[in-house]
């Protein structure tokens, strides 16, 4: 104080009520955000979920099952959206870099079935007062995933994790999305392109068969194929080729009888 009035000369003024440090034992759970971008159908590999676990208990605590939802969006029903993720890896950070890589280790496989993924048979430890880090990552389905679905996984509860012993979490549910892939078809591996065989032949002999496509819808989603250019590979000039016909096979997946003439091609003039 500033006038003579200094103290207090008693006791030390304190407060009355003791206050507590708690430390509560338990693990803490986070998702790690993962950038949302585009994925091809077929991709492998593409991380869905980046789980960060924390063990506050002064034992090693071990994870023996997880689960995990489909959080994927689309037109198509939970059976579609289910497909288009054709298996799920929970992969261990291993190297504990915060990123899945191919070195991370899988420690169980699973598949969605009505929007949820079960992985088990493994062991996964959390030594006293460590984190560790763990993802669930999924290979793009190459003939069922649609252009523009956007694919996810996320954990809806504490009950989707179970260990090997009672053991408090502490995490905001549900984690996730932990991810939100664009799918961006199409890519040349939906398309088979079939043996046409080689054959000789003579002026005004024909038709023969240049090229045989499987050509495949959206992933569930039918699609309606307006335009195919097709390019002359061969050593005859365009000018050799009196017509070329664009063929729909009627179902016998050989050209024949069935099939439905859609048209004469028109030259674009180019050669690819
Ligand atoms: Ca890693
Ligand atoms: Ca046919």
């Known amino acids: 104080m500033a006038s003579a009035d200094d103290g207090p000369i008693d006791r030390a003024v304190a407060n009355p009520s003791a206050l507590t440090i708690a430390v509560v034992d338990r693990i803490a759970l986070a998702l790690k955000p993962i950038n949302p971008g585009g994925v091809a159908p077929g991709q492998r590999d593409v991380p869905l979920l980046a789980l960060v676990a924390t063990n506050t208990y002064a034992v090693d605590k071990t994870l023996v099952a997880l689960a995990a939802g489909d959080a994927s ?25 915060g990123v899945l890589d191919p070195g991370d280790p899988t420690l ?7 929007g949820r993924a079960s992985f088990g048979g493994f062991t996964w430890t959390i030594p006293a007062g460590k984190t560790r ?12 995933a649609a252009d523009g679905d ?43 392109a079939r043996d046409a065989p080689g ?6 002999d ?8 499987v050509v495949r819808r ?9 335009r195919l250019s097709v390019v002359n590979l061969g050593t005859a000039p365009d000018a050799e080729l009196v017509e070329v016909h664009l063929w729909s096979d009627g179902g ?13 091609m028109a030259p674009s003039g180019g050669r690819g």
């Open 252 to 264: 016998d997946g050989v050209l024949s009888g069935d099939d439905q003439d859609l048209g004469v």
């Open 199 to 204: 054959v000789t032949l003579g002026a005004s």
């Open 73 to 97: 969006t689309g037109s198509g029903t939970q059976a579609d959206l289910d497909g288009e993720l054709a298996s799920l890896a929970l992969r261990d950070d291993a190297n504990g870099d």
């Open 150 to 192: 956007v694919l996810a996984g996320s954990i809806a509860s504490a009950a989707d994790f179970e260990f090997a012993d009672p053991t408090a979490l502490s995490a905001v549910f549900p984690l996730g999305p932990g991810a939100a892939w664009k799918v961006n078809g199409m890519v040349a591996a939906e398309v088979q």
């Open 206 to 213: 024909g038709p023969a068969l240049a090229l045989d496509l």
């Open 218 to 226: 959206n992933g569930y989603v039918d699609d309606v194929l307006d």
């Open 108 to 114: 169980a496989t699973a598949f969605f079935v009505s």
């Open 133 to 144: 880090r763990l993802f669930v990552s999924g290979d793009v389905a190459l003939l069922r």
